[in-house]
Nanobody, 114 residues
Framework: QVRLVESGGGLVQPGGSLRLSCAASGSRFSIYTMDWYRRPPGKQRELVATITNGGSTNYADSVKGRFTISRDNAKNTLYLQMNSLKPEDTGVYYC????????WGQGTQVTVSS
């Protein structure tokens, strides 16, 4: 029901910032609860942050206070602002639309390293 394309990843030093975007196509984007997941190297994918259609947010303890999830329904776009980045934040970041027949994007690589 939605097609998701992530962007904004890259290489950043510890303490730096990145802003990820997830552009959605298709109808009814505004009704979906949206998530950001990440897959660290050699590990399983983990939930990072969630935002509901009403704007309520939740965060994994590991990113709380550093990351901010937001959405702009007029632009059909989901965001993840990442500040004070740590090496353990390294991984492939994915957006996810709950209830969609194609819920995953392709992912964008984030590498935090000196």
């Amino acid at each position: 029901q939605v097609r998701l394309v992530e962007s904004g990843g890259g290489l950043v030093q510890p303490g730096g910032s990145l802003r990820l975007s997830c552009a959605a196509s298709g109808s009814r984007f505004s009704i979906y609860t949206m998530d950001w997941y990440r897959r660290p190297p050699g590990k399983q994918r983990e939930l990072v942050a969630t935002i509901t259609n009403g704007g309520s947010t939740n965060y994994a303890d590991s990113v709380k206070g550093r990351f901010t999830i937001s959405r702009d329904n007029a632009k059909n776009t989901l965001y993840l602002q990442m500040n004070s980045l740590k090496p353990e934040d390294t991984g492939v970041y994915y957006c996810y639309a709950r209830g969609s027949s194609k819920p995953w994007g392709q992912g964008t690589q984030v590498t935090v390293s000196s």
